[in-house]
């Protein structure tokens, strides 16, 4: 098992950035498959980003391709979202997750979940 806990949301206007942390600790962080999930109101939890074990494979939904970069650092234990170009769309609550499995989009795999950090783009 490993625990996750997301920080670095918060309140942006329309065309501004935002960076998310998802801190690790527990099973070893470099044996995980890690994904960026989101969930609006009233909504389903969607997929945003995935990232292989070493970092090499990225993986993006068809929304945030070329606005949000997914990044991980192994010897932090600590994945990260960087969010730019930010539209109102984009508000919800954001969540990191683990997975043994690769190249994994359906949540329904993940094993691991953050406790979310809210993200709220004004327009």
């Known amino acids: 098992q490993v625990q996750l806990v997301e920080s670095g949301g918060g309140l942006v206007q329309a065309g501004g950035s935002l960076r998310l942390s998802c801190a690790a600790s527990?099973?070893?962080?470099?044996?995980?498959?890690m994904g960026w999930f989101r969930q609006a109101p009233g909504k389903e939890r969607e997929f945003v980003a995935g990232i292989s074990f070493g970092g090499r494979n990225r993986y993006y939904s068809e929304s945030v391709k070329g606005r949000f970069t997914i990044s991980r650092d192994n010897a932090k234990n600590t994945l990260y979202l960087q969010m730019n170009s930010l539209k109102s769309e984009d508000t919800a609550v954001y969540y990191c997750?683990?997975?043994?499995?690769?190249?994994?989009?359906?949540?329904?795999?993940?094993?691991?979940w953050g406790q979310g950090t809210q993200v709220t783009v004004s327009s």
């Open positions: 527990g099973r070893a962080f470099s044996t995980y498959f």
């Open positions: 997750a683990a997975t043994p499995f690769v190249e994994v989009r359906d949540s329904r795999r993940y094993e691991n």
